[in-house]
């Protein structure tokens, strides 16, 4: 059959596969998935990217995002009355035992650290995304926040920067310490390794310090996967995109970076960082709430690709960094209207939560998604790695 007469054929899958993770039920095996008989060689590889990009991916009753790392904090905002600050959470682990100094409080640091526990049925998964610049800030603040690192059961680098990769051998040691000793999954792209650097205005390089090898990694207990192709991991809760399409036009990237050629001996231009991916968590009647630690793709361009990746289910959140502050500035307006044309008509009506602010690289928040079962939402912005945290609360 040729694949334009499988076309309608082909809908039918991915919209039974939509509608199928939204309830939460588990893949059926590849025979007649439209009731026609033995399925052709066209409608087998459809529904091969039907297991790829929807079937592995279990929709969770819901998702917790520790911020551990964040370039900014700030004790003194006034939150909702359903957010948890630093503060209150500190009262809450230590009732009364505790007076209020600097020896309590987390401290910030350029780059990005999130914690994401996945609750679904009676199972609860724990993922790392990221690590922050380096083990001091990031040791230090999971500590102060009463953090049980020996639940991490997978680390996922979102790219090759060290302001997000620069704690991850401490961040394995911490980890094994508090597990047994067991080795943790590492989930990498191949082109995070090449060293890279900025190009100066009077054509000098600024290195960039590299993040940990492969060797590296394993010699602390890492189990690499390093991979370009999309998958899930986290017993199918977590989604890691692969590469992500360039076709917003207007986001290219980060302007004067250039990585190391092939032989080691030059600088070849990198602006584009294909190594960059973001998850995803598929939160049970609610949608896909998408973390992109620093959106050198472009934002419109992975909430783009998200929506490629799972076709009818709803974008519902967006949070993490979105460099849309100094070299990038120019791109705002654009960026803009890219969002609001990623709104389709069936949900306009349903407004994609964007949860980072505009003035900088790494602005992110903890945030949490009630399923069915917890009968509401709550989003709310939150500056810097603390203890905040969102109840779910219905909506009005």
Known sequence: MP???????????LQD????????????????????????PALLVLWQYRRQIMTDLAA????????????????????????????????????????LGGGCLCCAAHGLSCLLTIRGGDKVHTVLFDTGPEDRTFEQNASRLGIDLGSIEAMVLSHGHWDHAGAMLR???????????????CYTHPDMFRSRAIKLADDSFRPMEDVPS???????????????????????????????????????????????????????????????RFIAVNVRDKGLVV?????????????????????????????????????????????????????????????LHRLARHDSPCQCIRRRQAG??????AAAVLNGPSDHWVRSRPLP
């Open 3 to 13: 694949i334009v007469e499988a076309v309608p054929d082909a809908l039918a899958i």
């Open 291 to 351: 973390l992109t630690a620093c959106s050198h793709a472009g934002v419109v361009n992975v909430l783009a690709h998200a929506r490629a990746c799972f076709p009818g289910v709803r974008l519902h959140a967006v949070l993490g960094g979105l460099h849309l502050s100094g070299v990038n500035e120019a791109g705002h307006p654009a960026d803009h209207q890219g969002a609001a044309r990623l709104r389709s008509r069936r949900h306009r009506r349903r407004p």
């Open 372 to 377: 069915a079962a917890g009968g509401g939402q």
């Open 214 to 276: 492969v060797a590296a990694l394993q010699a602390n207990g890492g189990r690499v996967v390093s991979s370009r192709e999309a998958q899930t991991i986290a017993g199918d809760t977590v989604f890691v995109s692969g590469e992500i399409p360039r076709k917003s036009g207007f986001e290219t990237g980060l302007p004067g970076q250039h990585r190391r050629t092939e032989d080691g001996k030059g600088w070849e231009p990198d602006e584009v960082l294909m190594d960059e």
């Open 60 to 99: 969770v009753d819901s998702v917790d995002i520790q911020i551990l790392v964040d370039n900014v904090t700030d004790s003194l905002s006034s939150v909702p009355s359903f957010v948890e600050t630093e503060f209150a959470g500190l009262g809450r682990r230590r009732g009364a035992a505790w007076v």
């Open 17 to 40: 596969a939509c509608n199928s993770r939204q309830r939460g039920e588990q893949a059926g095996g590849p025979p007649s998935m439209t009731g026609r008989g033995d399925a052709s």
């Open 171 to 185: 961040a394995l040691q911490l980890v094994r310490d508090r597990n047994g000793g067991r080795d943790v999954a």
